[in-house]
């Protein structure tokens, strides 16, 4: 049996970007522990690393403590060579529904996992924070210096979550690395909660024949970035020792309306199916897109897949798929 590399922790490891984020780690040849609590992920997306002796999955709830939970995967606290914090509520419209769930999902889970790297003197914690952040902005592209004013408590809470990494670093010498994640989209991404990314549920209507739907009138615009150049980007930011203090954009720099996007669904499913608008939802954002600058000068990394690769890839997988 090879050995590996050390030890990675990650939180919402059998999620859409968790699971994704598990193969790139198994691939630098690093053993994982994942901790999940199956609200959003799903066994399925490790089902080929279930045999695997360095991929140890233990179910529970961040958001009620580490310590306790990551004792049952048998592996010592001091193996660890980082984590990666992916577990969170991800919904910008649950969180103005459900804001006390929210909030312990994604500030109180975020404090247990640096509660957790203070206790066993973790290496270095990445975190997926969000666009969400910036809120509604004014100038395009949106540069990580813009002015955070989140407009839900979605965006509020990681927010929070990069101020606690601050503290953290600042004061228990924890390294920490938030990323602001743009619009994730890839295999594996759930089309079944209707709060998920715009692109599985377009997707997901196309394949079952039925007409796609545009919240507003579709000329919101947004960065999509492929799901496998995320988990590229984070095992680059927890592997190499860069030193940085401040959180990166995690986006592309190419922005796209949503009518647009619609229409390149369309095409590549050679689908005829009716577009309908309805109300816009409260909490969306009318622009975004991410100034990378810092992102390529910083991690001296930048996004591989452009959209069309991304889409033919995404849709493979969704007319392989049952979801």
Known sequence: MNQHKGWILVTGGCGFIGSHTVARLRQANYAVVVIDNLSSGKLANLAQWRQDPWVKIVIADISDGLIVPFARSQVAGDQLKGIIHLAAQVSVVSSLQNPLDDGRNNYQGTLQVLEFARFYQVPRVVMASSCAVYGDV??????????????????????????????????????????????????????????????????????????????????????????????????????????????????????????????????????????????????????????????????????????????????????????
């Open 138 to 323: 004014t100038q395009l592209p949106v540069a990580e210096s813009t002015a955070t004013r989140p407009i839900s408590p979605y965006g509020t809470n990681k927010l929070c979550g990069e101020h606690l990494f601050g503290c953290y670093q600042r004061v228990h010498g924890v390294s920490c690395m938030p990323l602001r994640f743009f619009n994730v989209y890839g295999p594996r991404q759930d089309p079944s909660n209707p709060y998920s990314g715009v692109i599985s549920i377009f997707m997901q209507r196309c394949r079952d024949q039925q007409p796609l739907t545009i919240y507003g009138d579709g000329e919101q615009t947004r960065d999509f970035i492929y799901v496998a150049d995320v988990a590229d980007a984070l095992a680059v930011a927890l592997l190499e020792r860069t030193e940085l203090v401040e959180p990166l954009n995690l986006g592309t720099g190419v922005e796209i309306t949503i009518n647009q996007l619609a229409q390149q669904i369309l095409q590549q499913a050679a689908s005829q199916q009716a577009i309908s608008h309805q109300r816009s939802r409260h909490g969306d954002i009318r622009r975004m897109v991410a100034d990378t600058c810092q992102l390529h000068q910083q991690l001296q990394w930048r996004s591989q897949t452009d959209l069309a690769t991304g889409l033919q890839a995404t849709w493979q997988w969704f007319e392989q798929s049952n979801c």
